[in-house]
Structures are given as C-alpha cells and as structure tokens.
C-alpha cells in the first residue's frame, strides 16, 4: 500500500534553515507528482510546493517562493523541501503528498516551529 513517511521536522530559530524528507513506498515513485503541504493551526491545509514526476518542472507558493525549494531523488524514492530564512509564519505541520489512482494519500507530518 502506499505510504509516505516524513521526517526532518524541528525548532528552529527566525532565519534558519531545515531540510524536510519524505520516504515513499507502495508506488512507482518515480511515475507521479509529489507535493509538499502544511497546516498551520486554526488554518485550512495549503499547497507549499510541487514536483513534477521527472523533477524537471517544480511550482511554489508565493509565500515560500525564492526561500524553500523541492527536490526528488527517484533512486531514494525520496522527496525533499529544503527551507531557507524561516520565519514564524512557517510554524505548521508539514505533509508529504500523492495522487495516486484519483486518491489522496498523506504522511503522519512532520512538525516545524519557527521561533526564537
């Protein structure tokens, strides 16, 4: 079945950095989309960054543009979000996520607190 399990979660002080993975199984990783999400709380769930299957192409909210950037490794069947100049308004929950036969499928999350 498939799962995603992330990990790279942590405090981290305004300006920091952290480099967040997400380990996939029980699909052909390297044939779908990847997306990293958070959840902030008290806000709905939004869309923080996408991959395409390849790696070739990649889209950011604009909130996050120019600070964090995704990644794939297909031979780890691994995606990353590597995240520059925190700041507080990064505080969330962060979820690796797939669209796998029309389904949404989601790690456990990872937890990131930006704070000083």
């Known amino acids: 079945q498939v799962q995603l399990v992330e990990s790279g979660g942590g405090l981290v002080q305004p300006g920091g950095s952290l480099r967040l993975s997400c380990a996939a199984s029980?699909?052909?990783?390297?044939?779908?989309?990847m997306r990293w999400y958070r959840q902030a709380p008290g806000k709905e769930r939004e869309l923080v960054a996408g991959i395409t299957n390849g790696g070739g192409s990649t889209n950011y909210a604009d909130s996050v543009k120019g600070r964090f950037t995704i990644s794939r490794d297909n031979a780890k069947n691994t995606v990353y979000l590597q995240m520059n100049s925190l700041k507080p308004e990064d505080t969330a929950v962060y979820y690796c996520n797939v669209v796998f036969y029309a389904k949404n499928y989601w790690g456990q999350g990872t937890q990131v607190t930006v704070s000083s």
């Open positions: 029980g699909f052909t990783f390297s044939s779908y989309a």
